[in-house]
Structure formats: C-alpha cells, structure tokens
C-alpha cells in the first residue's frame, strides 16, 4: 500500500528553528509537495521538490532523498504566524497526490 | 481575485437528503479536484477532472458524483447522504497537462454535518 508518515504534532520557539520529517512508500515517484494549513483555512502551497537536494524559499527549505523515501520542512527564525498544520504530500506513478495525516505545528512565545 | 469559490461554506444536512456542494475556478485551470479531510487522516481524494468533459473516481468515490459541464464549474453531489459523509469538503484546481501534478489551488472548503 501507499504510505505517507509525519508526526502528529511538534512544538517550538518563537524565533527558533524546526524540522518537520516525511517518510513515504508509494507506487512510483513523481514529486514531494509541502502545504501549509491554518486553522479552519484551506491549505496553501509552500513547497515542490522532484530531485534530490534542498530547496530554499526565504524562510522556509525543504529537502528530498529519494532514495531513502525521505523529506523534511525546515522553518527558521519562527514567528507565532507559522503555528499552523504542514502536510506532505507525493504524487505517485499517476500523478495522483497521495497525502500524509499533517503535523501540527505549535509556536510558543 | 477570487481563485476559487465553495458553496455552502457549512451545512446541517439531515440522512437521506440530497445535497450538491458548489465549486467555481477563474484560473482556467485545466483540471479540477474534490477532496475530503478528516480528524487524522489525509486529504483523501473523492473525484477528480482532468478537464472540461472527462470526470474520474478518486480514493473514495462511492456515494459521490461529480460532473464537468465546462472549465469553471466542479459540483459534488451525495444522492443520499449518511452519517459518514460528515467531514470538511475541499475542492481545488491546477494548472496540470497531463502527466504532470501542478500546485493546487484550494477553495475555503465546505463544512458538511449528517444527522
């Protein structure tokens, strides 16, 4: 079956930095997203990696092994507005996204 | 810039009745999604519509419809809601051509109780 695994929830420091892991088990392999999902909201895109390395957007970097079926957000320099839910998702050989449960990530002052 | 539109953003809907769940893109995106999410578990696709015409069943299809008369609109449809319906309905639209997964754009989702 098609797996995708993340923690339930995590917790940090404003002004800290955090990693949020995703491991995965799909039929084929044909990308990794990063959404981001506030409370009550829709989610929104963050990230999209299809080749191994880091990926680096301002505050936010995510990172891909494929060959160890393997990613993880990083958030630097948190803010309060970060605390939100983070899903993964990867889309598999049909190109259909296959989604894990979603961190919930909670920033403490 | 409205991206796309959910209607009813929540509903009480009582087992047995009909219900379609409205969903409307401006983008002219090619294709277009519904999705359902639930207390710890995934986004888990219901139907999706690679374009204007052509509908297909996703993860969880049974009890659902979908149709796809032209690019903008996407309803869902439950003939016969139950119980296990109840759930935040998420429909969303990219920019894909086939053979390839674009960024999704979603709506603000649609809040669904059945009694």
């Known amino acids: 079956g098609q797996n995708i695994d993340q923690p339930t929830e995590m917790t940090a420091t404003e002004g800290a930095i955090v990693q949020i892991n995703c491991t995965y088990q799909t039929s084929g392999f044909n990308g990794l997203f990063w959404y981001q999902q506030h409370a009550g909201e829709a989610p929104t895109f963050l990230s999209y990696n299809v080749l191994d390395g880091l990926e680096e957007k301002g505050r936010f970097s995510s990172f891909l092994s494929r060959s160890k079926g393997y990613s993880y957000l990083l958030l630097k320099e948190l803010q309060m507005k970060d605390s939100a839910s983070y899903l993964c998702a990867v889309a598999d050989s049909n190109y259909q996204l296959i989604w894990g449960a979603g961190t919930k990530l909670i920033i403490k002052p | 810039i409205a991206g796309i539109t959910q209607a009813p953003t929540s509903q009480i809907l009582a087992a047995g009745r009909r219900m379609t769940l409205r969903c409307t893109q401006d983008m002219r995106h090619n294709a277009m999604y519904w999705y359902r999410q639930d207390l710890g578990l995934g986004l888990r696709l219901i139907h999706y519509?690679?374009?204007?015409?052509?509908?297909g069943k996703g993860e969880v299809p049974d009890g659902y419809s979908v149709s796809r008369a032209n690019t903008d609109d996407f309803p869902l449809t439950l003939a016969s809601a139950v119980p296990s319906q109840t759930s935040v309905y998420f429909c969303?639209?990219?920019?894909?051509?086939?053979?390839?997964?674009?960024?999704?754009?979603f709506g603000e989702g649609s809040r669904l109780t059945v009694l």
């Open positions: 519509s690679n374009t204007a015409g052509t509908t």
């Open positions: 969303a639209s990219s920019d894909s051509s086939g053979g390839d997964t674009g960024e999704l754009f």
